[in-house]
């Protein structure tokens, strides 16, 4: 049965209610100009159904005419691909210490952004506060309104329960616990906010940008604390509740006796983060207060310093050796702000894993500094809001809403 023979009970043929409407979407989100005759071959519809389908998307802002196919004598047939700008989405990074917020266009370019620098255990009213007043003013920048926001996704630093958006325990983000983050946005923004763990967007960001090829890779934040998103098959993996990737609360037998943030003593994050090296550094007697302090002193030469990054870079292969057995990645990016001191943390990851991990698996692995930086947060948030918008389900949706 053709989509075009069985729309309603009482044999009322809708042209726009099926999914083909965005299954028609996701083959012009390429961003290649296609004539109706080339979708109809593509698709195998009457071009008379891609003309009204083509009309519906780009009443959306979703598709645009691109110009005139080649004569080959005829009268030229009109092109048509993605929209990029013919709407927009909101990427929000909200940090330890910093938040920034981002208007970008349907393939990822950022158009507008602005960056404060408010600590996350100021609370939720601070935070989204500050991002409602600056999502509007990006918007006006742009010269765009809420009509033509999409979506909005947000990164936040803590376990974010996927099926709802709201974190749950964050361990450095009091009074964030269970808060309702989309509900709390959609009173501003009437579209879908998506809410998930910063290290997962930023391996989204860093994927999008520097490894589109790379359908199996490890992002590995390591800053005030530890964690990692997981890229398999080509697809963010969040697991059952939301916390795939959660490294930082792996046991290492060397701090066995460390107390961690989270009640356990072990952790990973509790022996190679910045915070605890930090910690480790001025008790010997050094100017060190965080994650950036850190990275000055290896800048300066400090051999304590070296010598403390590097050995959190091998605390942290030991613990991604069990990853890459698993996983089996092609790359392995590290990022955060303690990423910043260069080969010295890189170096301490490399020898463990490339020593400890099977041939085979590190025989094409790539283990490697982040080539997007700062920005893989804001970017992630933007994709995280553009797949969901342009999902075939919402496009469908959107299509029979505006029908």
């Not at 996701?26 to 159904?49: C, F, N, V």
């Not at 709802?164 to 509900?183: A, Q, S």
């Not at 964690?227 to 792996?250: E, P």
């Not at 007697?285 to 870079?313: F, H, N, P, W, Y």
């Amino acid at each position: 049965m053709t989509d075009e023979s069985a729309d309603t009970a009482s044999g009322h043929v809708n042209p726009l209610g099926s999914s083909a409407t965005s299954d028609l979407f996701q083959i012009l989100r390429d961003g290649k100009p296609r004539t109706r005759t080339e979708l109809a071959a593509m698709t195998g519809l009457a071009r008379s159904t891609i003309g009204l389908r083509i009309d519906a998307l780009m009443r959306l802002g979703l598709v645009g005419a691109i110009g005139d196919a080649v004569s080959t004598g005829g009268r030229p047939s009109a092109q048509f691909a993605l929209a990029a700008s013919g709407r927009v989405v909101l990427g929000v990074d909200v940090g330890a210490s910093h938040v920034r917020a981002a208007i970008s266009d349907l393939t990822g370019r950022i158009l507008a952004e602005e960056a404060a620098s408010i600590p996350v255990a100021d609370g939720p009213e601070r935070v989204l506060s500050w991002v409602e007043t600056t999502a509007a003013e990006l918007l006006a920048r742009t010269s765009r309104t809420a009509a033509d926001l999409l979506a909005v996704g947000i990164g936040v630093p803590g376990p974010v329960e996927h099926s709802t958006g709201r974190p749950t325990n964050p361990p450095i983000m009091p009074g964030w616990d269970r808060y309702d983050v989309p509900g709390r946005l959609r009173e501003s923004f009437d579209v879908p906010v998506l809410v998930d763990n910063d290290v997962n967007i930023m391996a989204l960001g860093e994927r999008e940008l520097a490894w589109p090829d790379a359908n199996h890779l490890i992002f590995v934040k390591v800053a005030t604390g530890i964690g990692s998103g997981v890229i398999s098959g080509g697809l963010l993996q969040r697991g059952a509740q939301g916390t795939a990737g959660d490294i930082g609360h792996v046991y290492v037998a060397r701090g066995k006796d460390v107390p961690c943030q989270c009640g356990n003593r072990g952790c990973l994050e509790a022996l190679a983060s910045g915070r605890a090296l930090a910690r480790e550094l001025a008790s010997g007697g050094l100017d060190a207060t965080d994650s950036q302090a850190v990275v000055e002193l290896v800048k300066q030469g400090d051999l304590d310093a070296i010598q403390a990054v590097r050995q959190a870079g091998r605390d942290i292969g030991e613990v991604l050796t069990t990853c890459v057995s698993l996983i089996n990645p092609s790359a392995i990016v590290i990022g955060g702000a303690l990423a910043q001191a260069g080969e010295h943390l890189i170096a301490g990851v490399r020898e463990v894993v490339y020593t400890r991990s099977m041939p085979l698996a590190t025989e094409h692995l790539q283990i490697t500094q982040s080539r997007v930086g700062a920005d893989a947060g804001v970017l992630g948030a933007c994709m995280l809001a553009i797949h969901h918008a342009l999902s075939p389900d919402r496009v469908e949706a959107m299509v029979l809403g505006a029908a």
